[in-house]
């Protein structure tokens, strides 16, 4: 397992952005998917975004599609999220998840929380309207 912290987290309002940063450390960064997620209060963790290893795919929830930007950077060992255009509806606590892929390796549900064996300890993003 790796360890992850998340930074950047903050107070906004509707229409900015704000940039979230996940520190990867204690294995080899370029073999781990590194994934977002969001808790809303009194709703379940949601995916949010996910950036692979191997050919660097990435894809996004349908809610975030145009507004947010996962980008991942290996000689820092770090995966951003930009967050533009923000909405109340952001409002979360926002996690970094990490999962070792291998080169090959088999197909897995990207979007399920329950693919990840490592998370951060979460940043909230507040977004006032």
């Known amino acids: 397992q790796v360890q992850l912290v998340e930074s950047g987290g903050g107070l906004v309002q509707a229409g900015g952005s704000l940039r979230l940063s996940c520190v990867v450390s204690?294995?080899?960064?370029?073999?781990?998917?590194v994934g977002w997620f969001r808790q809303a209060p009194g709703k379940e963790r949601e995916f949010v975004a996910v950036a692979r290893p191997f050919g660097g795919d990435t894809y996004y929830a349908n809610s975030v599609k145009g507004r947010f930007t996962i980008s991942r950077e290996n000689a820092k060992s770090t995966v951003d999220l930009q967050m533009n255009s923000l909405k109340p509806e952001d409002t979360a606590v926002y996690y970094c998840a990490a999962r070792r892929e291998t080169l090959f390796g088999a197909a897995y549900d990207y979007t399920s929380q329950t693919s990840y064996n490592s998370w951060g300890q979460g940043a909230p993003v507040t977004v006032s309207s």
């Open positions: 204690g294995s080899t960064f370029g073999d781990y998917a």
